[in-house]
Each structure stands twice: as structure tokens, then as C-alpha cells.
């Protein structure tokens, strides 16, 4: 889903998300695949929790894969 937010349409057309996800795992680039994700999770938590953000850094520490997955679970 995440890779849906930073691909350009066109690509994902021409070439398939499978593939693109394929390409971002090699090696070379997974540090690039690895930006885009915590880019996308740093966003999406600012957004959701910026009003409280001293008690969401206090739960993502405490159960961090938990919050993860709360944030894109709507």
C-alpha cells in the first residue's frame, strides 16, 4: 500500500506494483524501499498524533509493532 503513495501511476501501469516491489528489493536499492517506509510511518504518525505525541512516543517504545500496525489499520 505504501509503495501506492510514492510510485507515479504510470509506472505502476506499465510496469506492476510486484515488480517495482521486486526492483526495490534488490540490494542496491532496498535502503531506498527502506526510506519509503519510514517515511510513510514517520508521516502518518505525526498526522494522527501530533496532539499527543508525548503518549504515542511512550507506547511505540513500550510496543512498537503494535502502534506500527495501528496507524495503517483504520
Not at 38 to 59: G, M, P, S, V
Amino acid at each position: 500500500r505504501i509503495l501506492y503513495s510514492y510510485v507515479p501511476d504510470v509506472l505502476i501501469k506499465i510496469i506492476g506494483i510486484e515488480k517495482i516491489f521486486k526492483i526495490l528489493n534488490n540490494p542496491d536499492l532496498k535502503s531506498y524501499l527502506d526510506a519509503i517506509i519510514t517515511k510513510k510511518i514517520a508521516q502518518t504518525a505525526l498526522y494522527r498524533h501530533a496532539d499527543d505525541w508525548e503518549n504515542f512516543n511512550t507506547k511505540i517504545k513500550q510496543k512498537p509493532i503494535e502502534m506500527i500496525e495501528s496507524l495503517f489499520i483504520a
